[in-house]
């Protein structure tokens, strides 16, 4: 399985679950209203109007221009990152809190951002992730980070570029996308992927993010001869 593929697991046994409590409280629902309803003979009233449907949410569109596995090129940058564990029930919680502790390391000592935020996922499976809440910056700090912020560098190498827009949770749905994606150009994914924040991911709309996804991928194999 794919890292891809554990970032979506969790998320379909939820579903599975959900639909199940769906369809016990609608046959519920459907025997009480048979036993309300009035018998042969009763008076009735007049049948009210149905309510007005309500359309569905929204999901915010892609914009002319957003990227769907196009080929880019990582360049390693200087980084500061905070590493650590996470479960996907509490991914968006756990990132931004280590995005906190580094905006607050940089705030202290001056340092501006020279680039996106970004989360690092170095390993996954079905219940959690390994990653490295990073931000890069210009130069090495003259005060170099402690304790739990770390200086490195970012990945390099080649990969491939998703944009997704709308609410962290319904990142699953673009990863799915490009699930697909890598399964129909029989393309294999390293064990690593990135989120690349365009909107701050402590002040912006939980709702109304957009995230860069680079998916890194392995060089193809050669066959002998």
Known sequence: MSPISFRLAPRASSAAVAAILVLFLTLFLALFL????????????????APPAQDAPETTPAQPGDAFGEDTALT????????????????FDTVTGSFKKI???LDKEGIKPAGLPMTIFTATDDTGFDYEAAVPIADA?????????????SPGGQALKFVHRGSYDDLDNTYEAITNYLDDKRLEAKDMFIEEYVTDPIGADANKLVVNVYVLIKPPQTSPG
């Open 34 to 49: 048979a036993l309300l309803a009035p018998q042969p003979g009763w008076a009735q009233s007049p049948p009210a109007a």
């Open 76 to 91: 390693a940058k200087t980084i500061v990152y905070v590493k650590g564990t996470g479960s996907w029930d509490k991914a």
């Open 141 to 153: 700090p003259k005060n170099p980070p402690h304790g739990d912020i770390v200086l490195g560098q």
């Open 103 to 105: 905006k607050a390391y």
